[in-house]
């Protein structure tokens, strides 16, 4: 009732203006509105606008992003701004729960090009290996290693743009825009926690601080320089009173039952420390423009996982009596640095940029053991480290042209040449070592005569075998054209060829697209593309061993799980095969409203069609699998699993955006806004079953896998917001409605579905002088949870959906000074 209370408010106010989008700016009738903001991204040379681009664009300013604070990640200020945007909040997985998996249009991170003022920015070492991944093994871009402070604004192209841009842009492209003013700054403080739960308490605490100072540099240039930290402790909503941590005695619970301390079981959210840095510079030297920019970030984090309980063969009582929940732990650094300068010859606007990044993880684990070890094991494992590092050069010119009848045509042609390195490596061998402890008699344990668990648990291992060692080389060109048809016509166009010097090869890619202004308020689109994804270093190369939680026959369990290396001897002899590019090609149609001061509204319909999509095969055992393990050197318990082009898909949907800004007088200021994403991804077609599969009766991709493409996650989002200043006092409310989704399992019967959710956010704000504001709020302010599992692990698993798009930890409330000088 409380949520529908609000909502109706909020539509009684955006109905009669058509609705809103937090996404764009609406600023008052008397100044110009988000139609008149001019953007950079999928456009070259020629200004553009919002409604005037021939391709879907949405801008987020500073100050939007400044008033969702620092406790909130930059991927997570996206999902609220940005309809067809979309972060996870997973717990309980190891780095996924600290660089979360996030996308565009239904597609995941891999398909979205990330420029830093419109420079290609690096990506992680990490890979997406979450369960549910629609680009599993793939290292998207981490957004969170940029800070917020530093942001001036952000333009999200929706649309395909690999023709523009190359690999990656399936889906779109994210350009982050750094400050660069030249004087002032601005510094927040937040602290905020998570509601008390009935069983953790309270939890979740967190304080952040960042500061932005602008520099003038000659006479006409600037150099801004920022920092973020931020420290957070855990969450935990992974107890559960019911689960059983002893043995039954004689049919009855053990008598240590009743006083176990069920927050033994600490999954959740992780505990993170982080800080990050940025500057932005430019200044110029007669002629030429000098400029650069860097990042650089720490983060250190650790991660809960399943509890192991006593008297398993993953637990030594010496060790642990009562079990033990191990900690997955990471320490991470981050840099990237860009240089160049920008000029004029002969009428063209010249660019000539470097980029190098960097991405190093150290991985590890803590109050854990390998119990293989005994009574010997270490408590504490550094696992393996990951590396990526990426060099790019780009070239770019440009110039506009007056043609026949006086139109104007816009030439940009283009080189780039980039060099990617994905290295793993192994460390502690006691993390992966098989010390063939076996449960003495006399132990207590119930477990004489069998084997310890093998391998650090809750970690994930990289042995020796595992290590990755990848590079490549790749180059591109590129030409993209602009031609004014007639006042009313714009008609565009982009041809890229990029090579790769590994199993990508070489691929041609093209864009045309067109705007028609049918009046001087109502314009039409639309755009046809192809476009590819190259194979990440980390799908080609990447293999580890771990044991986990996964659903295997519609219940919860613990296995040992191994991933092949695809050009592995053991991965070939299980059908496993070079892995080539994903090609897409992407249709897109669309409208532009901008009828009155202050409102505008874009409806955009898209399809998606991606061929050769990559990801990892189902878990694949059986004793011819067993069998084949063996002839290999591993143990045969294995469930394994290896990275292949395995499906096609068809993304369809549709992107709604508006806004409405307005002054009721003596009331105050009023900013309406709605945004609405539809989106339903199709299996066209899935690769046959290798020989080497179909000889052994298994399925390449199973059912429970291609659920993880079509329903896994909500097909519509709908996000509601009003916000009112008068004053020096200013309300924001916002409404987001996350619909339905399933888990489906390989039976049916175990499939579990999951319902439409509506989450409420209020903040109050007071501008105490003209420098401070203070800000009080609540992030989902009414407590609500997902859907709870209908098969609940007894271990400390969620006993929530681990797929929520609103993530499974309660409401949040905060309080921020912010101060501008």
Not at 706 to 718: E, I
Request: hydrophobic share 35%.
């Amino acid at each position: 009732m409380r949520t529908v209370l609000l909502t109706t408010s909020i539509l009684a106010l955006t109905a009669a203006v058509g609705g809103s989008a937090f996404a764009q700016e609406a600023a008052p009738a008397a100044a110009p509105t988000v139609a008149d903001d001019i953007v950079v991204t999928g456009s070259r040379g020629q200004t553009r606008t919002v409604t005037t681009s021939p391709t879907p664009i949405d801008v987020i300013s500073g100050e939007q992003i400044a008033q969702m604070g620092g406790s909130m990640q930059l991927r997570d200020v996206l999902t609220q701004l940005v309809p067809s945007f979309q972060s996870q909040q997973v717990g309980s997985s190891s780095w996924n729960s600290v660089s979360r998996p996030a996308g565009l249009r239904g597609l995941s991170g891999v398909h979205v090009l990330v420029l830093v003022n419109g420079k290609r920015r690096h990506n992680s070492a990490l890979i997406d290996l979450n369960s549910g991944s629609t680009s599993p093994g793939s290292n998207p871009v981490d957004l969170d290693q940029i800070p917020t402070s530093a942001i001036a604004r952000i333009e999200v192209l929706r649309d395909g743009a690999a023709a523009q841009y190359g690999s990656d842009a399936i889906a779109g492209v994210i350009n982050i825009i750094l400050k660069n003013n030249a004087e002032g700054g601005s510094a927040s403080v937040e602290a905020g926690q998570r509601y008390k739960d009935s069983v953790n308490g309270s939890d979740g605490e967190t304080f952040s601080a960042q500061i932005s100072k602008g520099f003038k540099l000659g006479e006409n240039g600037s150099m801004v320089l920022s920092a973020d930290g931020k420290h957070q402790q855990q969450t935990v909503r992974n107890s559960d009173s019911t689960a059983k941590i002893y043995p039954s005695v004689n049919g009855a619970d053990d008598p240590r039952e009743a006083t176990a301390n069920k927050r033994l079981y600490q999954g959740g959210l992780p505990q993170l420390k982080s800080v990050a840095l940025a500057q932005n510079s430019q200044i110029e030297a007669g002629d030429l423009t000098f400029y650069s920019n860097a990042t650089f970030s720490y983060r250190e984090a650790k991660v809960g996982q399943a509890g192991r309980t006593p008297r398993t063969t993953s637990d030594i009582a010496a060790i642990y009596p009562d079990g033990f929940t191990p900690y997955y732990t990471m320490k991470e650094t981050d840099w990237q640095a860009t240089a160049g300068m920008k000029g004029q010859a002969q009428g063209w606007d010249l660019d000539l940029s470097t980029s190098y990044g960097r991405d190093y993880v150290r991985s590890g684990a803590e109050n854990t053991l390998n119990a293989s070890l005994g009574t010997a094991s270490p408590t504490k494992f550094d696992t393996f480290s990951s590396a990526f590092d990426q060099w790019t050069t780009n070239f770019d010119a440009t110039q506009g042209f007056e043609v026949v009848g006086g139109r104007h045509l816009q030439v940009s042609f283009g080189a780039e040449m980039r060099y990617e390195s994905y290295v793993t490596k192994s460390l502690d061998a006691a993390a992966y070592a098989n010390g063939g402890y076996v449960f003495p008699a006399g132990s207590g344990t119930g477990l004489v005569g069998q084997p310890g668990a093998i391998g650090a648990q809750g970690a994930t291992v990289v042995t020796p075998e595992d290590e990755a060692n990848a590079k490549r080389m790749s180059g591109a060109g590129y030409i993209d054209l602009a031609l004014d048809v007639t006042d009313r016509l714009l008609v565009t166009g982009a041809g890229r060829f990029e090579t790769y010097d590994d199993s990508s090869g070489s691929v041609w890619s093209g864009k045309v697209s067109a705007l028609w202004k049918a009046t001087d308020w109502l314009n039409f689109r639309g755009a046809f593309s192809n476009g590819f994804r190259a194979p990440s270093l980390s799908q080609q190369a990447y293999a580890q061993t771990a044991t986990q939680v996964s659903l295997v026959n519609g219940s919860y369990q613990l296995i040992e799980s191994k991933i092949l290396q695809t050009g592995s001897g053991i991965a070939q002899a299980l059908g496993g095969q070079e892995l080539k590019p994903e090609k897409s090609r992407n249709y897109s149609f669309g409208v532009t409203l901008n009828p009155l001061a202050g409102f505008t509204l874009t409806v955009d319909a898209y399809q998606i069609n991606i061929d050769n999509r990559i990801t990892l095969t189902g878990l694949l055992s059986s004793a011819g699998v067993r069998q084949i393990l063996v002839n290999n050197g591993f143990s045969g318990d294995q469930y394994v699993r290896f990275f292949a082009n395995a499906i096609d898909t068809r993304t369809r949907g549709i992107d709604a955006v508006a806004a409405y800004g307005f002054s009721a007088g003596d009331i105050g200021r009023f900013r309406a806004t709605a945004a609405f994403n539809y989106n339903k991804t199709k299996i066209t077609n899935i690769a046959e079953n290798p020989a080497e599969l179909a000889n052994l009766n298994l399925t390449l991709f199973d059912r429970q896998t291609q659920g993880y493409f079509t329903v896994f996650t909500p097909r519509d989002k709908l996000i509601l917001g009003l916000e009112w200043s008068k004053g020096p006092v200013s309300l924001r409310a916002k409404e987001t409605r996350y619909g339905s989704w399933k888990l489906l399992a390989n039976q049916a019967a175990n499939d579990q579905s999951y319902g439409a959710k509506w989450i409420t956010d209020l903040e109050a704000g007071l501008q105490a002088t003209d420098t401070l504001k203070i800000s009080v709020g609540a992030y989902n302010l009414f407590n609500t949870y997902p859907t709870k599992n209908s098969v609940i692990s007894t271990i400390g698993s969620s006993p929530y959906g681990s797929n929520s798009p609103f993530g499974a930890y309660g409401g949040y409330y905060y309080a921020r000074l912010g101060l501008d000088f």
